[in-house]
DNA sequence: GTCCAGGCATGCA
DNA sequence: TGCATGCATGGA
């Protein structure tokens, strides 16, 4: 990988892997959209971004060197050798020709909080629809970052709401789940912090305890905002391409069954019923 | 109008 | 432990 810092914008080149529509618009992450130019804009970690790809080389628009190396590099998780693990994912058949088809899904690392209740919103709803919610959200609570652009909000700015004031975003019977779940984060009763030194299993009951979380939900959050690649959430989708894998996981998938698990929700979003 | 979506809590057996 | 049910809402 090698950055240049050109103007106001960073181009980073020699990154595999990393297919924006795919990545960015794959049912992990909520807040990103894509212009005209075909260049996503996007706020995580407290900073927009526009990222565009040109040449097989990104473009980080508008970012200072500071946030590329202090978030970005992380969120995308540029250090990891994506191709490496999609060579060994590929020892699957059906990841084989998956991976083919979409080469280029990343798993960002999102912020726990952000992920936690993105994913609770998540349940029992479509994508266009959670996005539609996170937004309304975040444009009411979260800090205005001009252009029309807004942080998600801090788990003490919504603690400070009441159920009326989730169910008015859209939220719907998930709202008392926001209500109590800020609450509980912006008062200590929840330590998000600690989550990630957990073992998968211990990070996993922790989630469990939460009301409103049940096993999908933490699932995602551990994969998508605690950096477990092991964890392998299944949602309606998943459970139709389970029928694939009757005898369990395959080997090839220990240690990145998320990341499988991702190639696999898209394809099974784009081809089965 | 009906059906469905990155499910969960609850009650009951 | 497992299964049935209710739940909000917007798009197809």
Known sequence: MEIKNFDNSLVVSGVECLDLDLTLDCGQAFRWEKQEDGSYSGVAGGYFLNIAKENGNLIFNNTSMEAFEGFWINYFDLNRDYKAICRTLKEDELLSSTIDEYYGIRILNQEPWEALCSFVISQQNNIKRIKLIISRLCRAYGEDLGGGNYTFPSAERLAELSVADFEAIGAGYRAKYLEK???????????LSKIKS?????????LLDIYGVGIKVANCALLFGFGFLSAFPVDVWMKRVMEYYPNGLPECFTGIEGIAQQYLFHWARNNLK
Do not use: Y
């Not at 779940?181 to 330590?191: C, E, F, Q, R, Y």
């Not at 957990?198 to 922790?206: N, T, Y």
């Open 198 to 206: 957990l073992s998968l299993e211990e990070a996993r009951k922790a």
């Open 181 to 191: 779940l800020a609450k509980d984060v912006a008062s200590g009763n929840i330590d």
